[in-house]
């Protein structure tokens, strides 16, 4: 009796494995046509790990963002007010106003400038009828709905950006990648179904149409070249439902398909991994008595003060980007002499305005004899942090020589630079307004 106990028990448990299998291999059967990047690209079935709530930031960040492992949440943001009340109606009530950025293309095509600025009412009034999604930082008067993932409360991350996706259906990006840690959730509507290819598989990169960050070619009709090529690279495919969220590692291949109304938001943020896979005390910079310090998310339009936030060097090395001061701080180490108008030139498309730029350059002119020299270093000299995870500023003679990108960390006058010399330049919606 026990024998056949123990064998009910074993085919028991190989049938709910099977039927998990099941489960995971369904989304393989999902049709698309026969010459899209998605038929002719193998799919793997089981190639990403799911998690049914949130995780705690240093697990997710030892098993995901060091790893660089996507890993599906299913159901985390159900309950979040943004899933219970993103209607439109809401949406127009609460933002109309709003200032949203939106493309005017389902089928994005990077070859052509399709992006447009409008406001979020008039966008509502138009996006069932006409081909606009709409691809924005999270309006404020909306942020409030807006779930901060817990996961990226570990300390060290860049102050995240939250961002809205909005489409009516049959929408298809480009195959690209993010240069950020990103995690995407579906809050409210249909499907958001996502091909995501390794960050290792480098081949992508060596297609004739690669651009930067994109593949600009016809990935939904591929050529003969296109075909062959992605016939030797498979992919991982992920469908996200109301209340899902999947996390994609920067530099992870990725196209995603919708098939009807779909609001979703996107996080990004960057993370200094190259200290933290040797000193991982920095995941505990912002804790305290094993309490996360609330992070406030740092949007495209906000002007608010994070000077006492630690702005990592080697992460905005990751997205492409350069630092303000630190190239500030080695023209004046070089000897060059930098003017108020100078300053101001180079910031001018920044979104604070003249007057913040001025008491920028007051704050970091330490000497207060109107130009910028290196007399002024004090201010701008970046941080390390030291093994218990405390933070020393650097001295002159330790910039200068010891260089080491991923332990390099910024507060106030410098964060605040850095910060504001990577946001775009306001925008005039105008002429979409007027074209609507």
Known sequence: FAFLLSLS???????????????????????????SVASVSPCVCDGIEERTEWISDSVFFDEFVSTRRPVVFRGVVSDSPAAQKWTDNYLRQTAKSAKVEVETQRIEDRRVSSTRWTYLGLF?????????????AVPKALRADVQHPPVFDCGGYTPPVHKLWMSN???VSVLHYDRF?????????????????????????RHRSWNSEHLDTDTNNVDNFTATMFSRISHNR???????????????YHKVFTNERTVATTTWTTHPTKALLTDRSLCLINRKDNEVKERSSVEEDDEEEHGSEWFPLSAVESVGASLFSVELLDMMMAGQEITREQFLFNLKRSRIGEKRINELFAAADWNSDGVLNGLDSAPLLPFAAEDDGTMRKLSVREYTTEKDVGKF???????????VSL?????????FVDEL
């Open 169 to 171: 259906g049959n929408s």
């Open 409 to 419: 960390f910024f507060s106030g006058v410098a964060h605040e630079l850095n910060k």
């Open 181 to 205: 840690e990103n995690i995407n959730c579906v809050v409210q509507g249909g499907t958001k179904t996502f091909l995501i290819w390794n960050a290792n598989e480098t081949l992508i990169e």
């Open 9 to 35: 028990l074993l085919f028991g448990v190989c049938e709910c494995e099977k039927k998990e299998q099941q489960k995971l291999c369904d989304v393989c059967d999902l049709q698309f046509p026969s010459k």
């Open 423 to 431: 946001l775009p330049p306001q925008l005039n919606i105008k002429r």
């Open 124 to 136: 509502l009034s138009h996006y069932q009828t006409r081909p606009l999604v709409a691809v924005s």
């Open 238 to 252: 992920v469908v996200l439902r109301s209340g899902d969220c999947v996390f994609i590692p920067n530099h992870f």
